[in-house]
Nanobody, 111 residues
Framework: VQLVESGGGLVQPGGSLRLSCAASGFTFRRYDMSWHRQAPGKERELVASITSDGGSTNYADSVKGRFTISRDNGKNTVYLQMNSLKPEDTAVYYC?????WGQGTQVIVSS
C-alpha cells in the first residue's frame, strides 16, 4: 500500500489549495478514504472522509462548508479542495486508508 500526498504549501488567509493523494498497491475503489491533519502540539484529527463509491462524505465541523473531499476511482486518487483557508487550518495533512497513512503534506496559512 502506498499513499502519496501532494499539493500543500503556503497560502494567505482566505486562499485555496487542492490536496491530492495518489494511491497504489491495493484496489482503490473498494476502500473508504479520509483526510486527517495534525497541527503542532495537537493530536491528529479527522478532516473529511468519503465512501468507496464516493456517494457519501463526512466533514469535521471546523471545515464544513469550506472543504470538499472527492475521489476519482479511475485515477486512484482522492482530493481535498480547501477554500477560505484560515490560519488555524495550518497543519500537516495526511491521507488515510484503513491501516495505512501517507507521509503527509504541509499546509501553512499565513499572511
Amino acid at each position: 500500500v502506498q499513499l502519496v500526498e501532494s499539493g500543500g504549501g503556503l497560502v494567505q488567509p482566505g486562499g485555496s489549495l487542492r490536496l491530492s493523494c495518489a494511491a497504489s498497491g491495493f484496489t482503490f475503489r473498494r476502500y473508504d478514504m479520509s483526510w486527517h491533519r495534525q497541527a503542532p502540539g495537537k493530536e491528529r484529527e479527522l478532516v473529511a472522509s468519503i465512501t468507496s463509491d464516493g456517494g457519501s462524505t463526512n466533514y469535521a465541523d471546523s471545515v464544513k462548508g469550506r472543504f470538499t473531499i472527492s475521489r476519482d476511482n479511475g485515477k486512484n486518487t482522492v482530493y481535498l479542495q480547501m477554500n477560505s483557508l484560515k490560519p488555524e487550518d495550518t497543519a500537516v495533512y495526511y491521507c488515510y486508508r484503513f491501516g495505512s497513512w501517507g507521509q503527509g503534506t504541509q499546509v501553512i496559512v499565513s499572511s
